[in-house]
T-cell receptor, first 112, second 117 residues
Framework: AQSVTQPDIHITVSEGASLELRCNYSYGATPYLFWYVQSPGQGLQLLLKYFSGDTLVQGIKGFEAEFKRSQSSFNLRKPSVHWSDAAEYFCAVGTNAGKSTFGDGTTLTVKP | GAVVSQHPSRVICKSGTSVKIECRSLDFQATTMFWYRQFPKQSLMLMATSNEGSKATYEQGVEKDKFLINHASLTLSTLTVTSAHPEDSSFYIC?????????????FGDGTRLSIL
């Protein structure tokens, strides 16, 4: 069975600073990996996805993530954080049947 | 882009009431939809896979008779929480992908906040 670990429960960064959110996964086959963002009381919005090919993927809102098979990681990065980026971030591993397993999430707080 | 609509967005009702939540794919057809439950400050837990024209597949520990799922068409799945009690209060989210996309990601509805008094 697949699993996802997000080691950081809560991260605080200053506006304009860089950001990295960690994600480690466990999956027996080639993983399909995703990062989602959730604002309070809302559903999830897809930031980016990795299926195959280039291990550095670009997403919306200036986010990128790098797939490292040797480390079973798929960390999310952004060079300069904006106050509007404050939200809950979920890493997920998916199967080709559409089922996804989510990490416990990382809450991002942005200081002015 | 693909849009999933979930209704209602918020429900407050008395204990013992049954509550129906709808999940619609607005501009695509979905043979499979997923229902998740999210407790405050926690991750999404998959409850069941809704299959168009057949029975839903429930995850371990999820009561089938408590959470009734119907996927009557390629654009609509419903989750009915039967005889709801306070412990059923939660945030319920559905997701779906176009049937032409063999691989997810899923498109998520905005969720339903269920509060049982």
């Amino acid at each position: 069975a697949q699993s996802v670990t997000q080691p950081d429960i809560h991260i605080t960064v200053s506006e304009g600073a860089s950001l990295e959110l960690r994600c480690n996964y466990s999956y027996g086959a080639t993983p399909y990996l995703f990062w989602y963002v959730q604002s309070p009381g809302q559903g999830l919005q897809l930031l980016l996805k990795y299926f195959s090919g280039d291990t550095l993927v670009q997403g919306i809102k200036g986010f990128e993530a790098e797939f490292k098979r040797s480390q079973s990681s798929f960390n999310l990065r952004k060079p300069s954080v904006h106050w509007s980026d404050a939200a809950e971030y979920f890493c997920a591993v998916g199967t080709n049947a559409g089922k996804s397993t989510f990490g416990d999430g990382t809450t991002l707080t942005v200081k002015p | 882009g693909a849009v999933v609509s979930q209704h209602p967005s918020r429900v407050i009702c008395k204990s013992g009431t049954s509550v129906k939540i709808e999940c619609r794919s607005l501009d695509f057809q979905a043979t499979t939809m997923f229902w998740y439950r999210q407790f405050p400050k926690q991750s999404l837990m998959l409850m069941a896979t809704s299959n168009e024209g057949s029975k839903a597949t429930y995850e371990q520990g999820v009561e089938k008779d408590k959470f009734l799922i119907n996927h009557a068409s390629l654009t609509l799945s419903t989750l009915t929480v039967t005889s709801a009690h306070p412990e059923d209060s939660s945030f319920y989210i559905c997701s779906a992908s176009p049937r032409t996309e063999f691989i997810s990601p899923q498109h998520f509805g905005d969720g339903t906040r269920l509060s049982i008094l």
